[in-house]
């Protein structure tokens, strides 16, 4: 049921957020249901096209990777966007009051928030089959522009303020998206370059 959502935010945006509003669904089942699923796309793709079809940059020979070494890039891609969706949705509860939105015990809403914003951001993770740094730079970036607009789209309706204030309160939350972003890859790359160093097929 969850997963309709996602083809509902691309054709039918503003209705579709007022259905997960009436939800309500807990963050757990959200967490199971949505996010675990979509978010897997990504490392799964990743660990296809690094392990087996392996990358070209310009007429450099192709570069793969090992298939744990790949494993261990997916995994910790994975661990990281499901942080980063969670922190995510924490931001959008926590600034609740300041923008003139109810904050929640349970940030039901806010969880839900996040985690339908990075809808586009999960699907994109199919460009990673094609792994041509370029085309995939390019969808990312896409899908994240159309990601913010989602947010910002979905706001005044799933956090019940005004349209003035959801300008200011998005703008917030997209400060806050680019520092968890920027974390958990530094994060991911700290870990994988110094506890689980790359290792290329030769």
């Known amino acids: 049921m969850l997963l309709s959502h996602a083809f509902g935010l ?8 007022a259905a997960i509003r009436n939800e309500h ?7 199971v249901a949505y996010v675990l699923i979509l ?3 990504a490392p ?9 079809f392996g990358w070209k940059v310009g007429s450099e020979r192709i570069v793969k990777l090992t298939e744990i070494s790949a494993a261990q890039l997916s995994v910790l891609t994975y661990i990281a ?7 995510l949705g924490y931001a959008v509860n926590w600034m609740a009051k300041t923008y003139g939105a109810k904050e929640e015990i349970t940030p039901s809403n806010g969880i839900a928030l996040a985690a339908y914003s990075c809808t586009p951001m999960f699907l994109a993770g199919f ?28 706001l005044p309706i799933v956090m019940g303020i005004d349209q003035d204030r959801a300008v200011f309160y998005g703008g917030a939350l997209l400060t806050v998206a680019l520092v968890i972003l920027v974390a958990t890859r530094v ?3 700290i870990v994988w370059n110094f506890v ?3 290792v290329f097929v030769g």
Request: charged content about 10%; aromatic content about 18%; glycine content about 6%.
């Open 10 to 17: 691309f054709t039918k945006p503003d209705a579709e957020w």
């Open 25 to 31: 669904e807990t963050p757990r089942r959200l967490y």
């Open 39 to 41: 978010a897997a796309i």
């Open 44 to 52: 799964i793709c990743a660990y296809i096209s690094t392990a087996i």
């Open 81 to 87: 966007m499901l942080v980063g969706v969670f922190a």
């Open 127 to 154: 460009a990673l089959l094609y792994p041509v740094p370029w085309f995939n730079a390019m969808v990312f970036l896409a899908a994240a522009c159309y990601g913010a607009w989602l947010m910002y789209d979905g």
């Open 187 to 189: 994060g991911s790359v």
């Open 196 to 198: 689980a160093s790359p």
